[in-house]
């Protein structure tokens, strides 16, 4: 999610302000640009280099990385000097789909590799690894770089190898945030959802799991309790805040999906928190005291409390850093000429707000990827122009009654008019200056769904009393679709 020089919406664990989705930190002037892609040294290759394709190096191998690789080939730029360097074992993929059908139980058809590779969820090809050899594209699967020496355009890695690039983008993403682990954060049974790993262990432990406790009540924690109540175990959310998803969700709005979680048997505690996780005779998490004194019987605990961007060795390497992540220019240019970071790692000026942010989400991951390999290699020259957008889907394992599926655009600042009973259909405006600045949609049309953006992005003028009597989410789009229409007679 969107950290405005931030931390991530993507919390549980901790108590944030009520803010902006978009974050807590605003900085109110855009930094100048980093400085631009100038030097590029003529590479010297070594006698342990690891890699042979030298032009591209791509540290990570996740979502952005994949959608790096399908701009490369999609400028005609892939073969024979694209490198992917991935810690996981695996081709690149749709992580969201971890906290959604990966954990359908075994009987509901749960998602698996390779179904899921990017670009499945941008409406691409599915890069399975013959893809990427296909395209010429090396991966190397299962390496982890630990070292960059920025003068010499090398990257180490754990096993010691050499990897030299003449450009290169990272691409890291973020790490789950834990628990310490002297409240036992780190207990046989406590689990951390990050990368397909992760998640197969979660899913090997459900078979046997009676009592989940999920800690923290934003994207994590609400998609794995709902994923998980489909297994029908006791399943009970605990989060400081005082609703669900404290940064985008009004009270109105997160009652409705709270609602619906008590309705699929969810429990949810508000306005606790965690004082330790217990463990059981076996070593094994059996318990997770709370603040208000209580302690829930657990024998499988998810912890899903936010997450740090993945910045080392990198910042050690002299690469400038903004609010913990890899600060970026317009074009993804970091400090150092030639390295670009992309992604849930990189923080960069949101032109639209004019600020700098940082943004967990797969849409950012996607679009910055495509961003800069076009900088690259069609010398792409407007600055990234990102609307934010953030979504759910959930409850959707075959035979769920209510499906819920709901999409956020733009800047959750201002008066906010909602509209709708949650019948299936709930829509939340927020209005500054008496122009759109959010706009939220639960259960909309494609079509619906498509008018977000251009009002987030428009910010039309809009009619707050019309808006406040429309009757039905319908006649409220429809207020919404005339501002937009009106805006654009005023601007012919
Ligand atoms: C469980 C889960 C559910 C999510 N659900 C949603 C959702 O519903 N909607 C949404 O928009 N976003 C969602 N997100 C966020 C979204 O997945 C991320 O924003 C997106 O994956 C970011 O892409 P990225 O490439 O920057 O990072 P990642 O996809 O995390 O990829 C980073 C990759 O880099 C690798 N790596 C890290 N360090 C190194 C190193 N030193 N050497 C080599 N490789 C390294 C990692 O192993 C990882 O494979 C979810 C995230 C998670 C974890």
Not at 156 to 185: F, M, V, W
Not at 406 to 421: A, H, L, M, S, T
Request: glycine residues 10%; proline residues 4%; neutral net charge.
């Amino acid at each position: 999610m969107m950290a405005g020089l931030s931390r991530t919406v993507f919390t549980g664990g901790v108590v944030a302000p009520r803010t902006s989705v978009l974050g807590l930190f605003r900085v109110s002037k855009v930094a100048g640009p980093v400085s631009k892609c100038s030097r590029v040294k003529t590479l010297v290759t070594s006698a342990a280099q690891k890699n042979t394709n030298t032009e591209y190096v791509i540290v990570g191998g996740g979502n952005a990385a994949g959608y790096a690789a399908k701009a490369f080939v999609e400028n005609g730029a892939a073969e024979g000097k694209v490198c992917i360097v991935a810690k996981e074992n695996v081709a690149p993929y749709e992580r969201p789909a971890l906290t959604k059908a990966y954990l359908f139980p075994v009987d509901k058809s749960p998602a698996r590799l390779p179904g899921f590779h990017t670009s499945v969820g941008g409406g691409g090809e599915r890069q399975t690894p013959d893809w990427y050899k296909e395209k010429g594209i090396e991966v190397l699967y299962g390496t982890e770089v630990t070292g960059l020496d920025i003068d010499k355009q090398s990257l180490t890695t754990s096993s010691g190898d050499t990897i030299s690039y003449n450009k290169l983008i990272i691409a890291t993403g973020c790490t789950a945030s834990r628990l310490p682990e002297k409240i036992g954060g780190s207990l046989r049974g406590v689990h951390y959802i990050r990368d397909v790993a992760d998640a197969d262990q979660l899913v090997a432990a459900l078979q046997s799991a009676k009592k989940v406790v999920v800690i923290g009540g934003g994207y994590i924690g609400l998609e794995v309790s709902a994923a998980v109540s489909a297994w029908k175990l006791d399943v009970t959310v605990v989060f400081p805040e005082q609703h669900v998803m404290p940064r985008l969700f009004t009270p109105t709005i997160a009652a409705h999906y709270e609602e619906l979680y008590k309705k699929n048997n969810v429990k949810i505690i508000k306005e606790v928190s965690v004082v330790k996780l217990k463990s059981g005779a076996n070593g094994e998490v059996d318990g997770v005291e709370l603040t208000d004194g209580t302690t829930l019987d657990a024998d499988l605990v998810v912890v899903g409390v936010g997450a740090r961007p993945v910045v080392a060795p990198f910042l050690d390497a002299g690469l400038k850093s903004e609010a913990g992540a890899i600060e970026v220019d317009g074009m993804f240019n970091t400090s150092s000429p030639g390295v670009y970071a992309i992604g849930d790692v990189a923080a960069f000026p949101l032109k639209i707000y004019d600020r700098r942010t940082r943004v967990e989400h797969v849409d950012h991951a996607r679009k910055s990827a495509t961003h800069c390999v076009e900088s690259l290699v069609k010398g792409k020259t407007e600055a990234y122009d990102y609307l934010p957008f953030f979504y759910s889907r959930v409850f959707e394992a075959p035979g769920s009654e209510r499906k819920v599926w709901w999409q956020f655009y733009g800047d959750n600042v201002g008066e906010c008019v909602e509209v709708g009973n949650f019948d299936p259909k709930y829509a939340a405006f927020w209005i500054e200056s008496g122009r759109v600045k959010g706009v939220f949609l639960e259960s909309g049309s494609a079509e619906e769904f498509a008018l977000l953006p251009k009002l987030a992005r428009q910010q039309p003028a809009i009619d707050i009393p019309a808006l406040k009597s429309a009757d039905s989410v319908e006649t409220a789009l429809q207020i919404a679709q005339e501002a937009l229409g009106k805006q654009k007679v005023a601007t012919v």
